[in-house]
């Protein structure tokens, strides 16, 4: 019962580095988000997948790339961190669109950057 | 554009009382409404949702929330609260039609006092 399942769970990068978030799920959804969580600001989505082979920008897309590799797989790129990308970084899933169900969340991947 | 409120960051309560965490919207057209739960390190979780019908909706675990149109409020109640209960809620809100994504509040810290 893996669910949505986020790699690597923490990290510490310096300014400038690159990384890739992974995120698989096995529910067979459609729908696929990255969000990223901050003190008093709740959730900001950064980029969805609304199908395989499909991508658009959420609220906060600046600094980010993002991959639908196949149905189950949604990575996140950070090609030159910043201080200001240190957050913590929740993947999610949906069976379709996400108006009439429900999000299955990761456990989050909290990233440093100094 | 939906947007959503969540007036109180953090809200201490004894155990055993009752709590209410309130949330208040802004929309132009008809919403779903949504409450999320999240424990300590770990990701959100759906609690319940208002689609349509029946403005009171419950969850399995004595949470319940009313749909008031008339004051935009989609507040959430609980009778008796445990320290079980102890989490970051998050009130969401979407459009009831197209492909509109989840708007998040910026959360509410429920605290249970022993």
Known sequence: NAGVTQTPKFQ???TGQSMTLQCAQ???HNSMYWYRQDPGMGLR???YSASEGTTDKGEVPNGYNVSRLNKREFSLRLESAAPSQTSVYFCASSPGTVNTGELFFGEG???TVL | AQSVTQLDSQVPVFEEAP???RCNYSSSVSVYLFWYVQ???QGLQLLLKYLSGSTLVESINGFEAEFNK???SFHLRKPSVHISDTAEYFCAVTFNFGNEKLTFGTGTRLTIIP
């Open chain 1, 45 to 47: 989505l950064i980029y």
């Open chain 1, 12 to 14: 510490v990068l310096k």
């Open chain 2, 19 to 21: 709590v209410e965490l």
């Open chain 1, 26 to 28: 096995d529910m067979n």
């Open chain 2, 70 to 72: 008339s004051q935009t």
């Open chain 1, 109 to 111: 991947s909290r990233l």
């Open chain 2, 39 to 41: 424990y300590p390190n």
